[in-house]
Nanobody, 128 residues
Framework: QVQLVESGGGLVQAGGSLRLSCAASGFTFSSYVMGWFRQAPGKEREFVSA????????HYADSVKGRFTISRDNAKNTVYLHMNSLKPEDTAVYSCAAGRRFGDFSTGYYEAKGYDYWGQGTQVTVSS
């Protein structure tokens, strides 16, 4: 069956770094756009980043641009989120998602409703 399993979350001080991983199975990974979303307590889920099928194109939320980097390894069926210069406001549960209904990857990637599969999430806590 389809599985997306995130790892790499934890507690880090402001200014620190973390690398999240999302291991996929049960579907043709290279045919799917992969995204990262996050949800902080009391807030709605928000888009963080997305990467195209082959990894050549990426999108980022303005709040993380320049600090986070998304990448993928299709041979390992894994997508990564490298997070640098972390801030307390980055504290959230981070979830990866897979979708394939994004046409040319110019629209829709930032909407959760466009993704077909979701992981359970991993907690990231940034202390000040």
């Amino acid at each position: 069956q389809v599985q997306l399993v995130e790892s790499g979350g934890g507690l880090v001080q402001a200014g620190g770094s973390l690398r999240l991983s999302c291991a996929a199975s049960g579907f043709t990974f290279s045919s799917y756009v992969m995204g990262w979303f996050r949800q902080a307590p009391g807030k709605e889920r928000e888009f963080v980043s997305a990467i195209s099928w082959g990894g050549g194109n990426m999108h980022y939320a303005d709040s993380v641009k320049g600090r986070f980097t998304i990448s993928r390894d299709n041979a390992k069926n894994t997508v990564y989120l490298h997070m640098n210069s972390l801030k307390p406001e980055d504290t959230a549960v981070y979830s990866c998602a897979a979708g394939r209904r994004f046409g040319d990857f110019s629209t829709g990637y930032y909407e959760a409703k466009g993704y077909d599969y979701w992981g359970q999430g991993t907690q990231v806590t940034v202390s000040s």
